[in-house]
């Protein structure tokens, strides 16, 4: 039931608070496709002629309705689900960092303070190039954003002030997915078109920056389109692709896509696909992915090569989730594929999380699912506090709460919820 006042709804045991926008439907797939559809900004003046953008970039976004841009919100915190709703806009990353949460959304940065429920909304008003935001995380003392389009943007968070790096700093691109830090010191950023390492970190010295492309490794980058970034032992940098997966390490280059074992086949997964609108029909760019790697006769959203999703647990172990072709498990040697028929709620991975128990968190198309120590998944959805069933992000807090996000909205579970999934 909806607050006709726009305020608090409570609804199964659940406070809804809208923060930073009004509350409105989506369409799953489409939700995702923000995160690769949204808006390829180009720097410069606000009245400057709009330029032509790059061939298979994505386009222009609609102009949506203005959102509350600073605030607090009023509810009762003893309860077990929390829903935050942020509009329509999709909760592409999460990032708890002690008592303030960053959310990354298609429709700007929001800040939410756990202790005192103030929340502030950052978007190009604020000095962003691009209010769609993919990665949020830290780079020093600073909060670092990847954008769609507006290259990566650091902020200072006692002064507010944003500095953005982009092409003409050396960014392989303005469409930027993930940030890494290594723990030599190289910052590591996916983008659109290849993978940069900034030698040292030292992002102010053009010298410094590299640029990884599938041409110049020789094929040894699958594909530029580089979507996740994750470091593993000894230093090797592991690179999620829509090629496939990519490993780094002292200038050598490795990767491993669907012929090597990566994903499951289609005939596994086939009954089990809930997307009937396959990307590539209009798409030329997914198009001939497809054709690449010998799925152009697949006529939904399944491309095991595509990988959405990338950790490396504490045991070096890589995992990959994929676009329709489920979780991969990779040891260095073999990939071990996990489905619905293995228990995950979908076969569409977009989000894979290890908190702070190393703990393997999975968020799918159909329901959030954690790797038991046994093998099993035990899965949440709706009925276990999650805004949607679709999950796209997530952190957990350094109480054990969870903080889960989905097209519209953000989950905070509290953490003696997570005993009693299934």
Do not use: C
């Not at 993930?178 to 030292?202: F, H, K, M, P, Y």
């Not at 530029?224 to 390490?249: F, H, Q, S």
């Not at 054709?291 to 999703?309: C, K, R, T």
């Amino acid at each position: 039931m909806t607050d006709p006042g726009g305020g608090m709804v409570v609804k199964q045991s659940a406070v809804v608070i809208a923060v930073a926008g009004v509350a409105l439907a989506g369409a799953v797939t489409a939700a995702y496709l923000l995160g690769r559809q949204s808006a390829h900004v180009v720097p410069g003046a606000a009245n400057a002629a709009p330029k032509p953008m790059p061939v298979q970039h994505p386009p222009l976004p609609k102009a949506g309705k203005e959102a509350a841009r600073e605030g607090k919100v009023e509810f009762d915190k003893s309860r077990q689900f929390v829903h935050y709703r942020v509009g329509a806009k999709n909760v592409k990353r999460i990032y708890a960092d002690g008592d303030t949460l960053w959310v990354g959304t298609s429709g700007g940065l929001i800040r939410y303070n756990t202790q005192s429920d103030e929340f502030k909304l950052f978007d190009v008003k604020s000095g962003l190039l691009s209010n769609g935001v993919f990665h949020v995380g830290r780079l020093g003392d600073r909060i670092v954003l990847g954008t769609y389009g507006g290259g990566m943007a650091l902020m200072d968070p006692r002064t507010e002030a944003w500095e953005t790096y982009n092409i003409p700093e050396g960014l392989g691109d303005a469409f930027v997915y993930d940030v890494l830090q290594a723990s030599n010191g190289d910052v590591w950023i996916a983008t659109w078109s290849g993978a940069n390492r900034v030698r040292r970190g030292e992002l102010k010295i053009r010298g410094r920056w590299d640029l990884y492309t599938v041409e110049n490794t020789r094929g040894g980058l699958p594909n530029d389109w580089v979507y996740g970034l994750a470091e593993g032992r000894d230093g090797v940098i592991w690179m999620a692709t829509e090629g496939g997966l990519a490993r780094y390490k002292d200038g050598a280059w490795t990767n491993w896509n669907h012929a090597k074992g990566l994903g499951a086949d289609y005939e596994i997964v086939r009954g089990d696909i809930q997307y009937k609108s396959d990307p590539s029909k209009v798409s030329q760019h997914h198009a001939k992915q497809k054709e690449e790697m010998g799925l152009q006769n697949v006529d939904v959203a399944y491309n095991p090569n595509y990988i959405v999703s990338l950790v490396v647990d504490r045991d070096g172990v890589v995992w990959a989730g994929t676009w329709g072709g489920g979780l991969a498990r990779f040891d260095g040697t073999k990939f071990t594929n996990y489905t619905v028929a293995n228990g995950l709620p979908g076969n569409h991975v977009f989000m894979l999380h290890l908190d702070r128990q190393g703990s393997l968190w999975i968020g799918t198309n159909n329901g959030l699912a954690r790797r038991m120590p046994d093998g099993t998944f035990s899965v949440m959805n709706t009925h276990d506090g999650l805004f949607a069933d679709a999950v796209f992000s997530m952190d957990t807090g350094a109480d054990g709460t969870l903080w889960v996000g989905s097209y519209g909205g953000v989950a905070r579970i509290r953490g003696a919820a997570t005993k009693d999934t299934r």
